[in-house]
């Protein structure tokens, strides 16, 4: 079974970065794609990032120029690394890989 334990969220200050990292284990990791999806409270789930198993990427165009998903498939990892931060982006951001979901982590942009 595929298990995805993300971790870096925090609170930041506004224009602030962040790094999340998502370790997966139990799936040929380098052959599947990997998502960064998020949700703030009272909206749905929505995509933010990919990058498929060639590292080919892909944003939403609300954090194209801020954010940037790379994944290492020597340690089964993706990583998020998000700059400029704004309030908006608070949210808990999940980790998806092979029809499986992270537990979540919990960015808040705040001053």
């Known amino acids: 079974q595929v298990r995805l334990v993300e971790s870096g969220g925090g609170l930041v200050q506004p224009g602030g970065s962040l790094r999340l990292s998502c370790a997966a284990s139990?799936?040929?990791?380098?052959?599947?794609?990997v998502g960064w999806y998020r949700q703030a409270p009272g909206k749905q789930r929505e995509l933010v990032a990919t990058?498929?198993?060639?590292?080919?990427?892909n944003y939403v165009d609300s954090v194209k120029g801020r954010f940037t998903i790379s994944r290492d498939n020597v340690k089964n990892t993706v990583y998020l690394q998000m700059n400029s931060l704004k309030p908006e982006d608070t949210a808990v951001y999940y980790c998806?890989?092979?029809?499986?979901w992270g537990q979540g982590t919990q960015v808040t942009v705040s001053s």
């Open positions: 998806w890989h092979t029809g499986y």
């Open positions: 139990g799936s040929i990791f380098s052959s599947y794609a």
């Open positions: 990058i498929t198993e060639s590292g080919r990427t």
